[in-house]
């Protein structure tokens, strides 16, 4: 066996044929010019262009330094960055998007950062290079998250980001199935920084995050790593019922002075339906926190492994690595 690799750099990949041979490229001079024994573990995740020919070619070219993991389906890009976590070497471990949107020649910033003491770098993107929604989108969700969670990062979306080994053991503990690594990763961090990052839009292709995933992938940032959620429900409810409370005191003295009266019967049917829609809502919130309990009691396996070309060794069974134990 090879001795371990200084920087281990993770990259999720999803239908990226038109960009592997790019990235593959910078990728690797970007990492030769840092100087250091580094490997690269590349997630294909289940994608059905020719990704997966691609990455097992970089793997032939550089078997000891390039490593892959076969989904055999598609889990979502942070269980594919969860696969790769689970079988890091390097000391500092670095994730990277494969459409070249997160330049790598940025790579040594942030190793710079954790070289200065940091344990956890984030990048924030200078520029962002998607579209007028997803920009604004994401001003609005990065406040909300700053406002609920605990988690305080400029980016939440940049997945350009460098661990010390010692955080991706704790992520890989935490075992979560649909989870946020970044977030989990400033959770478990001593001594978190930021670092500005170059951002590039996209090599080729499209987007693999329609607006569902995007909201789901939200849902998840916010009831995994806050409980503010229900308890902004139950003050509401609080609210609510000393509101009505005061409302049939103040009935109750009307009938009194002024006698039986109807009327404001669409008032009441206005403030009926909002309160209904509420409620429907709350029934909503409730659900999220329940499917991710019914998710992790389930103890399903997180992604499955079809196969694993490591770095150093030939291809390995997928029966012993699949799951998550
Ligand atoms: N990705 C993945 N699985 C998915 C979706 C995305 O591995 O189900 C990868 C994708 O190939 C890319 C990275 O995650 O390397 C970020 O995806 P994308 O660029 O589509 O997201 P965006 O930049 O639009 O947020
Ligand atoms: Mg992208």
């Keep these: 066996m090879m001795t371990r690799p200084y920087l281990s750099v993770v990259v999720p990949v999803y239908n990226e ?8 490229l910078r990728l690797t001079t970007a990492l030769e010019q840092i100087g250091k024994p580094y490997e690269m573990v590349f ?32 889990f979502g890009q942070h269980m594919a960055i969860m696969a790769a976590f689970e079988r890091v070497r390097g000391d500092v471990v670095v994730t990277l998007d494969a459409d070249l949107q997160n ?16 344990d ?11 579209t007028l929604f997803r920009r604004f989108a994401s001003r609005l969700i990065n406040s909300l998250r700053a406002r609920i969670t605990h988690i305080r990062m400029r980016d939440q979306g940049c997945m350009l980001r460098a661990y010390r080994r010692g955080i991706v053991e704790n992520i890989n503990a935490s075992n979560e199935t649909s989870t946020f690594i970044p977030a989990l990763a400033y959770s478990f961090a001593a001594n978190p920084t930021e670092v500005e990052v170059e951002h590039r839009a996209r090599a080729a292709g499209k987007s693999k995050y329609r607006l569902y995933d995007l909201v789901r992938l939200n849902f998840d940032l916010m009831t995994g790593f ?15 019922s000393i509101m009505s409370a005061l409302f049939v005191v103040y009935l109750f003295i009307r009938r009194i002075v002024i006698g039986p009266e109807v009327q404001g019967v669409f008032t009441l049917f206005a403030i009926l339906y909002f309160l209904v829609g509420v409620g429907i809502m709350g029934l909503g919130i409730i659900g999220e926190y329940v499917g991710r309990i019914y998710q992790e009691v389930r103890r399903r396996p997180r992604f499955v492994i079809r196969r694993i070309l490591s770095s150093g060794s030939g291809p390995e069974l997928a029966q012993e690595a699949s799951g998550s134990d």
């Design 17 to 24: 044929e038109a960009n592997l041979e790019a990235l593959f």
């Design 43 to 74: 997630t294909n995740d289940g994608s059905r262009d020719s990704s997966g020919m691609l990455l097992e070619q970089f793997h032939r070219q550089r078997p000891d330094q390039v490593s892959v993991i076969d989904f055999n389906g598609n």
């Design 120 to 130: 956890v770098v984030g990048g924030y993107r200078k520029d962002r290079r998607d």
């Design 226 to 240: 806050s409980m503010v959620p229900l308890q902004m429900f139950t003050m509401f409810g609080i609210l609510i």
């Design 103 to 118: 330049p790598p020649e940025e790579i040594p910033k942030l190793l710079a950062a954790i070289e200065a003491g940091h």
